[in-house]
């Protein structure tokens, strides 16, 4: 069964800290993953795109490893901000037109 | 337009009553996706449009939901005889088929709380 399941559900930290977002997924065959961040009552946005052959990608304070093997990927998010309180959702897509979607983590920055 | 357009942005309905959603898509992305979103959950797969082909209507929930694009534009899902099950954030995202490196773009959404 194709799943995407995220961790942790919820995260807490304060601003400037480093947190590390985790995405585990069964989706076969895999075509590319991304992550998006979905701010309060608005629609998500793509972070970052990680195809089969690329381990690490970069996206200023944001960067994605995926490990294809394992079937897992990460998102560190460095220096932290208060405007990088959101849902982050890991999103995997097969190869076709389905993309499966994790719960994603709910991220809280405070001062 | 610039971005993808929902509306309304906020729907509340009486139980039992029909609602229609609206999406307008960034022009020239050529398949869209109906997706729901209830608290906690993650996005649930609706209904699929790709250019001038047959949608792909397998995660619609019920004979209660359907969904058309015209023209290959606007898209508009509606759900008759509204549960309160039904409350949730709908959500329409497109995608540029060429060169397709499998970005959605997301509208901001249509809340509707069926009471």
């Known amino acids: 069964k194709n799943q995407v399941e995220q961790s942790p559900q919820s995260l807490i930290i304060l601003e400037g800290k480093n947190c590390t977002l985790q995405c585990n997924y069964t989706v076969s065959p895999f075509s590319n993953l991304r992550w998006y961040k979905q701010d309060t009552g608005r629609g998500p946005v793509s972070l970052t795109i990680m195809t089969f052959s690329e381990n690490t990608k970069s996206n200023g304070r944001y960067t994605a490893t995926l490990d294809a093997d394992t079937k897992q990927s990460s998102l560190h998010i460095t220096a932290s901000q208060l405007s990088d309180s959101a849902s982050y959702i890991c999103?995997?897509?097969?190869?076709?037109?389905?993309?499966?979607f994790g719960t994603g983590t709910s991220l809280t920055v405070i001062p | 337009g610039a971005g993808v357009s929902q509306s309304p942005s906020n729907k509340v309905t009486e139980k039992g009553k029909d609602v229609e959603l609206r999406c307008d898509p960034i022009?020239?992305?050529?398949?869209l996706y109906w997706y729901r979103q209830s608290l906690g959950q993650g996005l649930e797969f609706l209904i699929y449009?790709?250019?001038?082909?047959?949608?792909?209507k397998s995660g619609l929930p019920s004979d209660r939901f359907s969904a058309e694009r015209t023209g290959g534009s606007v898209s508009t899902l509606t759900i008759q005889r509204t549960q309160q099950e039904d409350s949730a954030v709908y959500l329409c995202a497109g995608r540029l088929d060429r060169a397709d490196t499998g970005e959605l773009f997301f509208g901001e959404g249509s809340r509707l709380t069926v009471l």
């Open positions: 999103v995997v897509r097969h190869t076709g037109n389905q993309f499966y």
């Open positions: 449009f790709q250019g001038n082909s047959a949608p792909d």
């Open positions: 022009s020239g992305h050529t398949a």
